[in-house]
T-cell receptor
Framework: GAVVSQHPSWVICKSGTSVKIECRSL??????MFWYRQFPKQSLMLMAT?????????EQGVEKDKFLINHASLTLSTLTVTSAHPEDSSFYIC??????????FGSGTRLTVV | RKEVEQDPGPFNVPEGATVAFNCTYS??????FFWYRQDCRKEPKLLMS???SGNEDGRFTAQLNRASQYISLLIRDSKLSDSATYLC??????????????FGTGTRLLVSP
């Protein structure tokens, strides 16, 4: 149980375009989802926390107008990277909490902006 | 000071060896602690939670020292398949509900034949 499906697993896009990444909780309702970014040889860094039906909470230094998060239902959260640039190339991972102790991760999306 | 600190390694060990990783955390109010394993270009997967009394799962033993604010992971009889990056993860506060996880940079383990 407690599976999060993340799509796409990888994407290559041109600089200036937008990319949407989806995370779905398949067998549980995720009130809260977390979006992380991981650069090579670095740790996962939390970008934002999204709560169903309300605005996402962004970590310091993360541009909310650039990384748009929508959590319109209890099973779906999306991250849209707007006007992507090469420095946005990274591994993006979502996570959902299925109880107060448990977190499950999506399989990640490798974004390459050329 | 980073919230969670780990030695990045890599730790190069032969099969069958015992290896230990340590991790320190800065927030003394932290309540929950975990070790995750991450393979290259994959998502992290929970290896084990860490309890105050220490806990063991097969070849893996986790310990928590609240006074010194460090967490350890011991792997006995290393297998080739143990090669991965081990992430120390801390949940700073528990009693206000779901909270963010803070990840260490990870310790890379390479087990060789």
């Amino acid at each position: 149980g407690a599976v999060v499906s993340q799509h796409p697993s990888w994407v290559i896009c041109k600089s200036g375009t937008s990319v949407k990444i989806e995370c779905r909780s398949l067998d549980f309702q995720a009130t809260t989802m977390f979006w992380y970014r991981q650069f090579p040889k670095q740790s996962l860094m939390l970008m934002a926390t999204s709560n169903e039906g309300s605005k996402a909470t962004y970590e310091q230094g993360v541009e909310k107008d650039k990384f748009l998060i929508n959590h319109a239902s209890l099973t779906l959260s999306t991250l849209t990277v707007t006007s992507a640039h090469p420095e946005d190339s990274s591994f993006y991972i979502c996570s959902a909490s299925f109880d107060i102790y448990g977190y499950t991760f999506g399989s990640g999306t490798r974004l390459t902006v050329v | 000071r980073k919230e969670v600190e780990q030695d990045p390694g890599p730790f190069n060990v032969p099969e069958g060896a015992t290896v230990a990783f340590n991790c320190t955390y800065s927030n003394s109010a932290s309540q929950s602690f975990f070790w995750y394993r991450q393979d290259c270009r994959k998502e992290p997967k929970l290896l084990m939670s860490v309890y105050s009394s220490g806990n063991e799962d097969g070849r893996f033993t986790a310990q928590l020292n609240r006074a010194s604010q460090y967490i350890s992971l011991l792997i006995r009889d290393s297998k080739l398949s143990d090669s991965a990056t081990y992430l120390c993860v801390v949940n700073p506060i528990l009693n206000t509900g779901f909270q963010k996880l803070v990840f260490g940079t990870g310790t890379r383990l390479l087990v060789s034949p």
